[in-house]
């Protein structure tokens, strides 16, 4: 059965809700290129929203109906004008999340090779919320999802920040990590995994973290690539749809999210993002052009077989689980 062919089985009619977040690819360039990338993000990508789209996003942002913005990329801070949106964001008494992979401080930026070192001292400036993936607290793990190395510098990274005040209990600056499987499998309990995280990290790194949020890996692009070289793709679809969650359905992101691409196309999510599957206004796509909050808040769902990845078992979104 199709997506929305179970929707239908279960009576489930979702529509979008209070559109709250403002979530924004800035950038296909990243420091990395991890298996599990949705994106497809690497160093040799170099597409970037330009100054125009940029200067969009922060006037729409203006609306007052809008309370986080949520920056992604590929690496966001390699963005050129990252700096400028975070600053002016914050001076609209926008909450800042931004999506940071622990390792691209360290890193050369990989087109002007500049330091990005100043990147710790930034976010603690500007109080943004840092969410980290992190897919485990051992080095061999970690290395297989996202590269050689990247463990011990993710590490370094988490202590930086740290350093700063993050993750602390008597600090406000948020640092709250991303846990993804390794492999064809549904996330743990969000909870326990949490709480082993926060036992082994502090043990043996004396590092301090927030929440931790499981993430479902989706059926698409590099992953879903990955899944079919080893013939698992298949398996893992049955795996999401015989985990199907109606309680989770309710609670999907694409309900409160306006997502946006490095090209100033609008999207349900970061997801129907990477599928092209742009939003309309019944006549025309939507993009940064012609965006208009009430018609969007308004607008059909568009649904596709990756949305079991969001259903399925405890639920999965930006923020962990749903359920």
């Not at 599990?36 to 203006?62: A, G, T, W, Y």
């Not at 700096?83 to 990989?110: C, G, Q, Y």
């Not at 590092?207 to 590099?222: C, D, H, Q, V």
């Not at 609670?251 to 490095?262: A, E, F, G, I, Q």
């Amino acid at each position: 059965m199709s997506f929305q062919e179970v929707l239908q089985k279960y009576h489930l009619d979702i529509q979008p809700s209070s559109i709250e977040t403002l979530q924004v690819n800035l950038t296909k360039t990243c420091n990395q290129a991890c298996r599990h990338c949705h994106v497809d993000s690497s160093p040799n990508r170099r597409e970037s929203m330009d100054q125009d789209f940029v200067n969009k996003v922060l006037k729409i942002l203006e609306d007052p109906r809008f309370k986080i913005l949520d920056l992604t990329g590929g690496a966001p801070e390699l963005h050129p004008q990252f700096r400028e949106i975070v600053t002016k964001a914050t001076e609209l008494k926008k909450h800042v999340m931004v999506r940071h992979n622990l390792t691209v401080s360290f890193d050369p930026h990989p087109i002007t090779k500049e330091s990005m070192f100043w990147i710790h001292d930034f976010f603690m400036e500007k109080k943004v919320e840092v969410v980290s993936s992190l897919p485990y607290y051992r080095e061999y793990l970690t290395d297989r999802q996202r590269g050689a190395g990247v463990f011990k510098k993710s590490i370094m990274g988490l202590q930086e920040l740290n350093k700063r005040g993050y993750g602390k209990k008597e600090s406000n600056l948020l640092l709250n990590l991303v846990f993804n499987p390794v492999g064809a499998y549904l996330p743990p309990s969000q909870k326990s995994l949490e709480e082993e995280y926060k036992i082994e990290l502090r043990t043996k790194f004396n590092i301090e973290f927030n929440s931790l949020y499981t993430i479902t890996n989706m059926p698409i692009k590099r992953f879903k690539e990955d899944l079919q070289r080893n013939g698992q793709y298949d398996l893992y679809m049955d795996k999401l749809r015989s985990s199907f969650n109606p309680i989770a359905a309710k609670s999907v992101m694409c309900r409160n999210t306006v997502s946006v691409s490095w090209d100033g196309k609008i999207y349900d999510c970061d997801f129907n993002q990477m599928l092209n599957l742009q939003c309309n206004n019944t006549q025309n796509p939507l993009t940064l052009e012609n965006f208009d909050y009430d018609i969007f808040s308004k607008r059909d769902i568009i649904w596709g077989d990756h949305c079991f990845g969001c259903t399925a078992g405890a639920g999965s979104s930006c923020g962990g689980t749903l359920t």
